[in-house]
């Protein structure tokens, strides 16, 4: 009797055993198997200023993605009132920008003042209204608190060099919205600059 039940508590201590390896090997498989099937995925940014902006290039910056013009005006001289032209398709929704002549001067950042000639037209007239060549030329702080220009200055001149001439498409949600500051712009009008950069004055 002893000896069968000396057995039998063998055998249990074997089954136990058994199981229990069984358990932690399955237990093993399942967790290497989880962490092997996961991956991680890391995705890098470059960001340009936007004063690389030329031909149909997409530049980002530190405001987001801007696109080239689609169809920009003619780039002229440098120093002589330019010749906008607005194009007759669909006005764009996001901000678009190109150099149209590529200065060699300093490049303009947030906090410098700058200096420049300007000629705006709307697509709500499809002709130049207002024209800083006709008077003085215009000083601005870039990406003042409180703000000194509209948001799309603030964005689209930032990289834009002294020497150089940019045209800037601005849709109304960074202009002047739903709001018609003046003759020759409408309500939710999308803008047409095209600016000349005279001069810098860094505050660094």
């Known amino acids: 009797m002893q000896r069968q039940a000396k057995k039998r508590q063998n055998i249990r201590r074997a ?3 058994g199981i229990v390896a069984i358990v932690v090997v399955a237990s093993a498989a399942y ?4 962490s092997s099937g996961t991956t991680t995925t890391t995705s890098t940014t470059t960001t340009t200023s936007a004063a690389s902006t030329s031909g149909n290039t997409t530049t980002t910056t530190a405001v987001g993605v801007i696109k080239p013009v689609a169809d920009p005006s003619p780039a002229g ?5 330019p010749t906008v032209v607005v194009p007759t398709t669909p006005a ?8 149209l002549i590529k200065g060699s001067g300093p490049a303009a950042k947030a906090g410098d003042t700058l200096k420049v000639e300007y000629v705006l037209a709307t697509y709500s007239t499809h002709k130049v209204i207002q024209s800083s060549w006709t008077s003085s030329a215009f000083s601005f702080k870039l990406d003042a608190n409180p703000e000194q220009v509209i948001t799309g200055w ?4 930032v990289g834009m060099r002294v020497g150089g001439r940019r045209e800037l498409i601005i849709p109304p949600s960074l202009g002047y919205g739903d709001t018609s500051p003046g003759t020759g712009i409408a309500k939710n009008d999308t803008l ?13």
Request: glycine share 8%; proline share 3%; charged share 20%.
């Open 192 to 204: 047409v600059f095209v600016v000349d950069l005279l001069k810098i004055t860094s505050t660094s």
């Open 154 to 157: 603030d964005e689209g001149m």
């Open 15 to 17: 089954v136990i055993v």
């Open 31 to 34: 967790f290497f198997s989880g």
């Open 92 to 99: 764009p929704t996001s901000l678009e920008v190109s150099d």
């Open 77 to 81: 001289k440098f120093g002589t009132a």
